[in-house]
């Protein structure tokens, strides 16, 4: 089943506790990206990636870090969380750019 | 500045009736519109996709429309159904780039 897998799906954590939350697709999807949504602000784009070790930034990068080593898997790594870091978080994978976006659950993750 | 402004920010029908929901965006040159699904809890789940060259586009019972003089772009639910009750988000990408700019969504309930 062509899927994309986010974990976890569910976390809280406290200030500074490094984290990373992984995204893997199956669909051999050349772009990913991550996003957050939140209450009135609709989704937002952090990061996101062409191709294997190619990665930009998107609307609100601080405090991310992302990284591509292969094609499949684009985790997202939060050094020093923050409590405005609490959020819903998306990943999404296509077909290059110009295709519709398949989306996985979400991560909500809750920084205390 | 958001780009992209959908309207109503939510809507409330009864089931079987038709409703239509508004995209206005600034971005300009663009090279495709998305519309996407995203039932609550859930990730968000491609509707339509149009190129800046086609006016309207059909998924089912969506029907979506777009007017790249006026740069606007909508969405039509015919004989809604109690599982169409989501939010509805509309994305613009730009001609050049990797980017994507969100609507906040319209929120659709749909009662029996």
């Known amino acids: ?112 | 500045k958001n780009q992209v402004e959908q309207s109503p920010q939510s809507l409330i029908i009864l089931e079987g009736k038709n409703c239509t929901l508004q995209c206005n965006y600034t971005v300009s040159p663009f090279s495709n519109l998305r519309w996407y699904k995203q039932d609550t809890g859930r990730g968000p789940v491609s509707l339509t996709i149009m190129t800046f060259s086609e006016n309207t586009k059909s998924n089912g019972r969506y029907t979506a429309t777009l007017d790249a003089d006026t740069k606007q772009s909508s969405l039509h639910i015919t004989a809604s159904q109690l599982s169409d009750s989501a939010s509805y988000i509309c994305v613009v990408r730009f001609h050049s780039g990797y980017a994507l700019n969100f609507g906040k969504g319209t929120s659709l309930l749909v009662t029996p």
């Open chain 1, 1 to 112: 089943e062509a899927q994309v897998t986010q974990n976890p799906r569910y976390l809280i954590t406290v200030t500074g506790k490094k984290l990373t939350v992984t995204c893997s697709q199956n669909m051999n999807h050349e772009y990913m990206s991550w996003y957050r949504q939140d209450p009135g602000l609709g989704l937002r784009q952090i990061y996101y990636s062409m191709n294997v070790e190619v990665t930009d930034k998107g609307d609100v990068p601080e405090g991310y870090k992302v990284s591509r080593k292969e094609k499949r898997n684009f985790p997202l790594i939060l050094e020093s969380p923050s409590p405005n870091q609490t959020s819903l978080y998306f990943c999404a994978s296509s077909f290059g750019g110009h295709q519709p976006q398949h989306f996985g659950d979400g991560t909500r993750l809750s920084i205390l």
